[in-house]
Each structure stands twice: as structure tokens, then as C-alpha cells.
């Protein structure tokens, strides 16, 4: 892991080549990522606020910030089950615990089999050294996270490897382990970023809702109008636009 500062902006490196985490030093909650922007898309499918988040896969902690910034009333439990990520983000990337953020070092699915809290929001971006992390992108762990959300929760997931059968995989395994799943292609980037829930999610109504899209997109600095759109145009249907579900499928 290598931690570079570059005049106004600081990044989290793993394996001197992957880019993990990217922050502002002076606006340490605003996000640089595009696919933090994605991650951070589920007023699109829920209209409440979420009162409770978990985080597993700390990094730098930009999307924790992010959250503190917009949601300051909400709970956030932050899991890692590195100790050297976590050490970084606290020296490096101003992470800290208070009493609405709570930081663990321990195993995602571990974490969730010892306590029974139940969560408005779950945010899953954990990845070792092979890609997306096996034993958390698989079907045993997304039932573990449905029985921890709440009725509308939402559990949102970065998807990125290199390996076109596990992309597959995740995505089948979402699809049959919650009643509703929608995906988003970040535009120019590999990372699919998916939003599942126990419920089906009024999606479709909120992203017809324009005047709703420029509010969330004047609130939280992100182009809701365009991942709006994306929604609209990539989960339509089975075959989806131009044929796009035969595509993610055969990867």
C-alpha cells in the first residue's frame, strides 16, 4: 500500500499500481472517484434517509466522509479486516471514530453473524489482492446482509474484476437472492455498481421524477440526472436496452 500526495490531492495505492481511494486534503467528503458517485446513487431507488449504515472495505474512507457530510444524524458502522488500511485511513485520511461513526477490524461476514443491528443502508466495495472479495461477493453473504437490512434497505455493491465468469456470478447471485436488483455501468470505467433490496424499489418513479433528480443532483454534487437515465436505459426489461442483459451475462 503506498499513500501519494500530489498538491491538493492525497491517494491510497494498493500493490503500487491500483488506485483505491483518491481525497481532497481540504475537502476530505467530496468525491473524486466515478465510482463512488455510483455508489452513492441509492436515493434513486429508496426516498428515505437512512438512519443506519454499514461500510465493509474502509480504504480511505471517502464515501464514510461523504455520508458524515450529507447524513450527519445517520449511524455509520465502518468494517475492514485490515489493520493496515485501517492505520492508513486514520493517519493519512482524517477517519474518526465519534459517537455516529464506529470503526472495526474484522471480517465483514464475521462482523454481521456476531450482532443482529439491522441497517437502512449497506455498502459492500471489499477487494484483496485477486479482485472482489470471493467470500463476500457469493450468495451465503448476500442473504447474510438481506436479513440485516431493514424492510426498504438497500445493499450497494462496487462489482469490478477482471474475470468475466465472476462478474457473472455476482451478478446471478444478486438477481436471485433479493426480490429487486438494479445495475449501473459506470460510464468510461469497468466498475458496475448494483443496488439490491428485499422489496421491489420504486426506482422507476423516482427516476421519471426530474425535478426530484436536480434537487438530489444540487444537494449532493452528483449528476443524479444522468444515473437516472443509465437506470432507465440498462435494467428496462430482461433483454434491457440494445440487448445489454445478454452482454453482462455472457461478460
Not at 26 to 31: E, F, G, K, Q, V
Not at 46 to 62: D, K, N, Q
Not at 99 to 111: E, N, S, W
Not at 168 to 193: C, K, W, Y
Request: include cysteine; aromatic fraction near 12%.
Amino acid at each position: 500500500m503506498e499513500v501519494i500526495e500530489d498538491g491538493e490531492m492525497r491517494s491510497l495505492y494498493f500493490s503500487g499500481r491500483h488506485l483505491q481511494s483518491r481525497q481532497w486534503i481540504s475537502d476530505p467528503s467530496a468525491l473524486i472517484l466515478p465510482y463512488t458517485w455510483y455508489m452513492m446513487a441509492f436515493p434513486l431507488v429508496r426516498l428515505a434517509e437512512p438512519e443506519r449504515a454499514l461500510m465493509i472495505g474502509v480504504g480511505a474512507g471517502s464515501m464514510i466522509h461523504f455520508l458524515r457530510r450529507h447524513f450527519p444524524a445517520c449511524a455509520i458502522d465502518a468494517v475492514d479486516i485490515s489493520s493496515d488500511i485501517l492505520a492508513i485511513s486514520r493517519d493519512f485520511f482524517d477517519l474518526r471514530e465519534d459517537d455516529f461513526l464506529r470503526i472495526y477490524c474484522q471480517d465483514g461476514g464475521a462482523f454481521l453473524r456476531q450482532n443482529d443491528t439491522r441497517y437502512d443502508l449497506i455498502l459492500l466495495d471489499a477487494f484483496d489482492g485477486e479482485g472482489m472479495a470471493a467470500d463476500l461477493y457469493a450468495a451465503p453473504f448476500f442473504a447474510l446482509t438481506r436479513k440485516h437490512l431493514r424492510e426498504d434497505g438497500i445493499l450497494v455493491c462496487n462489482l469490478w474484476s477482471s474475470q468475466a465468469s465472476v462478474r457473472r456470478d455476482a451478478f446471478r447471485q444478486l438477481r436471485r437472492s433479493f426480490a429487486d436488483t438494479i445495475f449501473l455501468p459506470v460510464p468510461e470505467r469497468g466498475n458496475m455498481v448494483s443496488l439490491s433490496a428485499a422489496l421491489a424499489m420504486p426506482w422507476r418513479e423516482i427516476c421519471a421524477d426530474n425535478p426530484r433528480l436536480r434537487q438530489l443532483s444540487d444537494r449532493f454534487g452528483l449528476d443524479f440526472v444522468t444515473m437516472a437515465e443509465i437506470a432507465r436505459n440498462y435494467n428496462g426489461g430482461e433483454e434491457g436496452q440494445g440487448g445489454f442483459w445478454r452482454r453482462l451475462l455472457r461478460g
